[in-house]
């Protein structure tokens, strides 16, 4: 943009000496927001005039993303969009607190954002893989079976240690996750790197109480309390490899294909169903509010709503 310079950059365009002295945990948040610079609001607003850049052109800029942002022409999904338009408007919020002329776009327009359904586990299929699980002795099992009953997200799961399991108070401790981002450092030619951090969030932090059929599970398979649970040693499996670990495991076993991520649905269900209470759910889950748990990762079944509606009689009977 003519005549000013996003607080992410140098004049030169490249990224500034602030990703050197990042703390660790924050690293995967600022590679996000690098990326949405560079890959969208670069390429479309650097060369434009700010008195251009009014809530009309950035509703046709988002149009634009929504239309035929992706590669290949393929339009950016609502939430993309929203994230992109966010970034913006935080650049433009820094520029108006440090005394630049910044453009006002407070009426811009996110996009309507529509609810993925994730497919949860049948009752058949949860009770078929339970079963296997339960007798099995692999790590892939183990890795499943902890996601099954304790709704912990992948990443979370391969940041886990045996250190992090108290196998007194039968407590699990979330404190680390691992993640795959863009690799901003230009001397290095791969796009990617691992990392291993604190989870983003405060409420991601978490103590999670565990059954106690998968604490005599977990007890029978113990390790090194420095051993990553999934490994059953001192280095970590990332999240892809162990996505199509689980893949594998299903094709093998002959059960329907379900997400990585289905699993922690299901066991979001399954404790609504028990009657557990939202806000105890929440925290177990790891949200930052109860209207998230109740918005996404709640799927009542069939059955369940016809209990509910049995419930609706006369009263006069």
């Known amino acids: 943009m003519v005549g000013w310079h996003l607080p992410f950059y140098h004049s030169s365009g490249s990224a500034s000496s ?10 995967s948040t600022y590679t996000r927001y690098y990326r949405i610079v560079d ?15 009014d809530q009309k052109y950035i509703n046709s800029f988002a149009e634009i993303l929504l239309k035929e942002g992706g590669i ?3 339009g950016l999904s609502p939430k993309t969009v929203t994230d992109i338009l966010c970034v913006l408007k935080s650049i433009f919020k820094y520029g108006t607190e440090n005394g630049y002329p910044t453009p006002d776009i407070n009426g811009i327009k996110h996009p309507k954002k529509y609810q993925k359904n994730i497919k949860i586990l049948s009752e058949d299929a949860r009770k078929k893989i339970e079963k296997q699980l339960i007798v099995s002795e692999d790590l892939i099992s183990l890795g499943i079976i902890f996601t099954l009953f304790t709704g912990v997200r992948i990443g979370e799961l391969c940041g886990l240690r045996w250190g992090d399991i108290d196998f007194k108070s039968s407590i699990v401790t979330i404190c680390r996750t691992v993640n795959r981002i863009s690799n901003l450092d230009p001397l290095l030619t791969a796009k990617t790197k691992v990392i291993v951090s604190e989870p983003k969030t405060e409420h991601s932090l ?10 005599s599970y977990l007890y029978e398979r113990k390790s090194n309390e420095n051993c990553y649970i999934l490994t059953g040693t001192t280095k970590f ?10 893949k594998k495991y299903l094709q093998k076993n002959g059960i329907e294909d379900y997400t990585f991520h289905a699993l922690r649905h299901t066991f979001a269900t399954r404790c609504v169903e028990l009657g557990f209470d939202t806000k ?9 509010n109860i209207t998230t748990t109740l918005s996404v990762y709640i799927h009542p079944t069939i059955q369940q709503k016809k209990k509910l509606m049995e419930r609706l009689i006369p009263s006069c009977l």
């Open 18 to 27: 602030f990703l050197d002295h990042i703390i660790v945990h924050y690293t």
């Open 237 to 246: 499996t990332e999240p892809q490899h162990f996505y199509m670990q689980y």
């Open 39 to 53: 890959k969208y609001l670069l390429p479309l607003l650097k060369d434009q005039t700010l008195i251009k850049i």
């Open 206 to 215: 978490r103590l999670i109480p565990i059954p106690s059929f998968l604490m």
């Open 72 to 74: 290949k022409k393929k």
């Open 280 to 288: 105890s759910l929440s925290e177990i889950l790891g949200h930052s």
